[in-house]
């Protein structure tokens, strides 16, 4: 197994960081990774906002309610941006593409865009021995995120990566065995999924119970069905709308 | 500069594979490095379906256009899934599940879900000296991939992962400069992104006009116009709402 892929199979998010800051030639590094991941025809649909600011993180902490989000060495926040695009056009131009930028499409392409460039962040990020976190609790509040970002309309937040030293050493969280996400030629109806799962949850039934902090008694199942129960951040819909993104 | 970075920072995608196929090996640990992303509250909402079936991907094909997906090693279609999610409940759970996954939220989640773990399915294959080409064009009849696949609701096609070794050594595409996708605490206005577009376009002139294959004279402001001029891939709105995504 080579190192690249140790680096893959060894991914814990981290929450708790350490007080030592990145150098610029890391974050640089971290970025221009992120750049070279693929992109849809080249449209490179998306922004990273890095925030360096204490004030503006701990707003951002408020909205997502997450320590780590106002304690890190680095934070980037991937946006979904169609509004670069639209500004290459002239006014003229602008009335041709409205359709296109406004479509449930593209919507799908700037986020497919801005999760490739962060996971290719996270990835160089953990090679050098950092840590990080996905922050998809910033679409708490997504008005409010906006507004501190000063987004522009076709410009979307979408979810934070937090980067750091580690100061914990988490367990790897087990995932669904592969039985149950990975298909051949069709999808696999759900009761050929349902044995796995079930395996699941006896195996996060011993993780929950066994790991090192906040042990608990739960299983796979029970959370998703809580989880979903109540309606949450249904305020994406019309703001996603209001940006002009998603419309038609 | 460590391997990891060197494999991120090497890519270029691969559109003509040799004959020589992937060990079942290969394909589980590019599979296992995929499930090893993030992903939202542990909702891994994604599956993946590889395509073995030579009639399948020449059907593909048809839909893509692109001859690297009838012609490749192993080609990997990466869904987003909130089926499994709805499956897991009973039919008063289901009534309550509703709102959440019907939500234009959900729809992030799982098109996040599954570029995170398709991006780390491609850095593994990288790291093995395997080629990877990223097949957004199968939204072009989104509706013909989701029968081929026989996708239940909840369940929508998001792009295909094609993947062998390579058969020929295309330059690495530049990107726009980082000062033009990377801000600082917030959004930077358009007018400051300006000079590094240019920058840009002139670096692309050049580029199309030197390399190896396929010469032309372009630059990415006017690829980008007249991608966006006509309005492309529409029916992935109603496609996207009759399976009862992204309605609410």
Redesign the interface.
Known sequence: ?????Q???N?R?IRKFTDRKLSQEQI??I???A??????????A????????QN?KNELYKVSGHTHVKNNAHMLLF?G?L???N???NTE?KQ??E???E???Q???A??D???A???A???A???GLG???I?SL?NDINRVNE?????GH?IP??GLVIGYPDHNPE??P??P?D????????K??AE?EQF?EAYDNEMRSYYGNRSSNTKVDT??D???R????????D??PF?KSKNL?K?
Not at 1 to 5: G, P, R
Not at 35 to 44: G, L, P
Not at 148 to 152: A, D, I, R, S, Y
């Open positions: 197994m080579n190192q690249v892929i680096t893959l199979l991914h998010s640089h590094t970025v221009k990774s750049q070279q991941a693929s992109t849809s025809s080249n449209v490179m998306y922004s990273i906002i890095g925030v360096t600011d503006l946006c941006d509004h670069r695009i500004q290459l056009a131009e041709y593409m359709s296109n930028l479509s449930t499409e919507l799908i392409v986020t497919i801005a999760a490739l962060a996971q290719n996270t990835i160089a953990e090679s050098m990080i976190c996905y998809g679409r501190l970002l000063e987004l522009p410009v979408l979810f790897i969280k995932r669904l592969i149950s996400i990975y298909h051949e030629n069709k999808y109806p759900f999924q799962i796979w199942t959370q998703m069905i989880k979903f129960s109540t309606p949450t951040r249904m994406v819909t996603v998603n038609r």
